[in-house]
Structure formats: structure tokens, C-alpha cells
């Protein structure tokens, strides 16, 4: 996806273009920031060491052509298939578009899997919605996060501004990382869950 006129004029007409930098599940959020980005994944079976794809999954709730379910039905089933055997990640890379109601159905979903007590971040106050590249470059830093054992901050994010008492990291973390869950969630109910792990 590319900044044209067209892309542009539809998110205002959601109303979704922020006013500011955009701050994911801060209290003050408005909006997005749209930004464009080409980001490319080599997967190999051949790899001893980097960061394996262990497990995913994806959703589609169908709840609206652009509103994602309040209940976040969708990307819950998501990361349940996704972390099916049990693992529990030592962060959550969100989709965290600082929209009220992307930020608000993540932290539901992330509650109702069991998950407050996980890091949450979001890197699009970096680099704003990349669209159609948001999941891939999204998971390309979070690798990187993994193999440099640090959870990036969430920049903008200064006032808890969702429902749920989910841990988003408002600094760096440094700590032992080995594993990533990283969820998007997309127009028409579209939700996916991949875990990232350390080999």
C-alpha cells in the first residue's frame, strides 16, 4: 500500500486519522498515523539458529466491514489456537493502531486469554500503520527484539487507555527474551496470532 489520495481520504472518512503522533492504548489517542513500508521474511527448514515461526493462526469474526467485535471473539480464537500447547510468550507485539476501537478490542482479547500480566507493545508510534506491510515488518522487529532481549516501549503511551489492566511497556525492557506473540487485526474481522521463538 502506498499514501495516495484514495487511501488517504478512506481512513478520514472512518474518521481513524489521528491529530497528533499516534499513542496506542494511551488515554489521549485519536487516531492513526499512516506511513508505507516494503518488508520481506526468508523462511527456512535449513536454519540451526535464528528465530523459528513455532505456531500460528488466523480468525476471521466477520463482525463488521471495519469495526472489529467488541468482544474480541475473533482475535481471542487466535491467539487460544496459536498458543494451543500451553506457551506463554514473554511479550505481545500488538497491532496497536491508538484507534479506540482496535486498542480497546486488543485489550479484551488480551485479558480473556489470560495475558495482563504479559508486556504489551506496539511499534506503530515508530513507524506509523504501514498497512499491508504493518505484520510483516512488525515481526521482523520483534525477531530483532528476541535475539537483543529487549521490549521496546510503546511510544506515546503514558496513560493506561483501555478497560483491561494489560502491562504495556511505556519504557524499554531489558530482561531474558526467547518468545513473541505478534497479532494483527484487519478490516472485515481479519485477525492472525504468530509466535516467534528463539532457537
Not at 25 to 44: H, K, P, Q
Request: with cysteine; aromatic share 6%; proline share 3%.
Amino acid at each position: 500500500d502506498i499514501l495516495t489520495d484514495f487511501i488517504i481520504s478512506g481512513f478520514q472518512s472512518l474518521k481513524a486519522i489521528g491529530s497528533t503522533p499516534c499513542r496506542p492504548f494511551d488515554a489521549s489517542r485519536d487516531g492513526i498515523n499512516l506511513g508505507e513500508c516494503a518488508a520481506t521474511v526468508i523462511l527456512s527448514s535449513k536454519a540451526e539458529h535464528g528465530i523459528e515461526v513455532m505456531n500460528g493462526a488466523f480468525n476471521s469474526d466477520a463482525n463488521h466491514i471495519s469495526g472489529p467485535s467488541r468482544t474480541a471473539e475473533g482475535l481471542h480464537l487466535s491467539i487460544s489456537r496459536t498458543l494451543a500447547e500451553g506457551y506463554i510468550p514473554d511479550f505481545i507485539n500488538a497491532h496497536g493502531t491508538a484507534t479506540l476501537f482496535n486498542d480497546e478490542m486488543e485489550s479484551v482479547g488480551f485479558d480473556r486469554a489470560g495475558l495482563n500480566h504479559i508486556p504489551v507493545n506496539s511499534f506503530k508510534g515508530y513507524i506509523g500503520h504501514t498497512l499491508g506491510a504493518a505484520g510483516v515488518a512488525e515481526c521482523i522487529i520483534s525477531a530483532m527484539s528476541i535475539e537483543n532481549n529487549t521490549v521496546i516501549a510503546t511510544k506515546g503511551y503514558e496513560n493506561h487507555g483501555v478497560s483491561k489492566n494489560i502491562a504495556i511497556a511505556g519504557e524499554n525492557i531489558s530482561k531474558p527474551i526467547r518468545s513473541c506473540l505478534k497479532t494483527a487485526s484487519g478490516f472485515g474481522g481479519c485477525n492472525a496470532s504468530v509466535l516467534l521463538v528463539k532457537k
